[in-house]
Nanobody, 116 residues
Framework: EVQLQASGGGLVQAGGSLRLSCAAS????????IAWYRQAPGKEREGILC????????FYSDSVKGRFAIFSDSSKNTVYLQMTSLKPEDTAVYYC?????????WGQGTQVTVSS
């Protein structure tokens, strides 16, 4: 059973940076797709970025291009979301998601709040 532990959220001023981590247990980096999603208050959950073994990196949201990056460290079984030039509209709960061996797993979410 895969378990995901997201961390790294917090309160940051506009223009600042944060790095979110998603540590996965019960998972190995073979044929996989790992993505970050976010859900702002009153809005639907939206995909941000994905990294997969087959297609590399895919941006789901144009609003984060040039500001967010996704990368993985297989030695730590962890995927990261590096966020820079943060804006108040980036405020949301951020979730990591893994699709692996034809199953979906979600992390518990970590809150990111960007003050103006």
């Amino acid at each position: 059973e895969v378990q995901l532990q997201a961390s790294g959220g917090g309160l940051v001023q506009a223009g600042g940076s944060l790095r979110l981590s998603c540590a996965a247990s019960g998972f190995i980096f073979d044929d996989y797709s790992i993505a970050w999603y976010r859900q702002a208050p009153g809005k639907e959950r939206e995909g941000i970025l994905c990294i997969s073994s087959r297609e590399g990196i895919t941006f789901y949201s144009d609003s984060v291009k040039g500001r967010f990056a996704i990368f993985s460290d297989s030695s730590k079984n962890t995927v990261y979301l590096q966020m820079t030039s943060l804006k108040p509209e980036d405020t949301a709960v951020y979730y990591c998601h893994i699709y692996w061996r034809e199953r979906n797993w979600w992390g518990q979410g970590t809150q990111v709040t960007v003050s103006s």
